[in-house]
């Protein structure tokens, strides 16, 4: 368990160190998180990103850097901050049932003695009651049940054009010339082995996939099947979430990043979420702390975005704010 460069996975990583354990195994199919580690961390206890990372749960992997916000390890860099950063069960080898069980071991491998012990062998001490979570794309609707399942344990939340796009009604894009036919996917799912897993694409060779799932509107029905009579069925989708009783943020409230040229999810969905959230959660922790930034750009727009950019810089200053103190 040696620190690898972050320079290995991109430029993105220079300034931090990457060590890569697995927090989980199913069967013999071992789930990997990445512990990234700004090379200038300061001694003591440091505050913790949970990151999830994108694509559209069918492909990506927690180190592949065109779907990594570039201004996430800046903000690491800046603090002295640790960003955790998990792996999950790809659909659809796995079902959504099975991504929100990884996401719930993530959590409890996280604030476990057997990372902590892990970390300490490095001289890193995580401060657990300084959490904040992020997530981009369908790494961002991941992030938002963490968020919503664990708000005590989190200090403040952040998330890139979350993946709400598939909440009933559906905001969807109509694809008239979709760049596979559908039968490739049902021909891929006929071709899955029992208890065969993918929870690594660090190259992201299953986008082809994950665009003809998207451009065919097939991830809805894939990710919830199986999921009745689970106990995550009311938990699948986080716009519904909003109407159950006891649903609340962290103290430091939410904040939505999104492009409104967003083709992949669109920016609607994120308008919505926002305005039922800001009604049904008015008189609850972090319901008053709600934000939506919206930005120039497509999906991803944030790629490549700097912690210096002024706009940036000015949605993040609230949940920092909550996050650090």
């Known amino acids: 368990m040696t620190s690898i460069s972050g320079a290995t996975f991109g ?28 090379k200038s961390l300061p001694a003591g206890l440091r505050p913790v990103i949970a990151r999830v990372h994108g694509g559209g749960l069918t492909g990506g992997d927690s180190m592949f850097s065109p779907m990594f916000s570039a201004w996430l390890p800046e903000l690491a860099e800046t603090h002295g901050a640790i960003i955790v950063s998990p792996n999950y069960r790809l659909m659809p080898e796995a079902t959504g049932v099975q991504i929100l069980e990884d996401m719930d071991d993530f959590w409890t491998w996280l604030h476990s003695d057997t990372l902590r012990d892990i970390l300490k062998l490095h001289n890193v001490m995580i401060d657990l009651d300084r959490v904040m979570t992020a997530g981009e794309s369908a790494g961002g609707l991941l992030s938002l049940y963490l968020t919503f399942t664990y708000p005590d344990q989190i200090r403040a939340a952040t998330t890139a054009y979350p993946l709400l796009s598939w909440d ?36 992201y060779q299953r986008a082809h996939l994950s665009i003809a799932i998207a451009e065919h509107k097939r991830g809805s029905g894939l990710y919830t099947r199986n999921s009745e009579n689970t106990r995550y069925y009311d938990t699948m ?28 999810v669109l920016v609607e969905a994120s308008h ?46 609230p949940v920092l704010k909550d996050w650090l103190e």
């Open 11 to 38: 430029q993105k990583f220079t300034n931090v160190n990457v060590i890569q354990l697995n927090y989980k195994t199913v069967g013999n199919h071992s789930i990997r998180a990445d512990v990234i580690v700004p």
């Open 168 to 203: 009933e009604p559906a905001i969807l894009l109509d694809h008239p010339n979709p760049t596979e036919p559908e039968s490739f996917i049902d021909e891929y799912i006929a071709n899955i082995q029992p208890g065969e897993f993918v929870s690594a694409d660090i190259d």
């Open 237 to 264: 989708f986080q716009l519904p979430r909003l109407d159950q009783p006891d649903v609340k943020l962290p103290p430091g409230g939410l904040l939505i990043i999104h492009g409104v040229e967003d083709r992949a």
């Open 272 to 317: 919505r979420f926002v305005n039922k959230a800001r009604k049904a959660l008015k008189s609850r922790q972090g319901g008053d702390k709600i934000s939506l930034c919206l930005r120039p750009g497509a999906h991803g727009f944030d790629a490549d975005s700097s912690l210096k950019e002024e706009w940036l810089t000015n949605a993040l200053a």
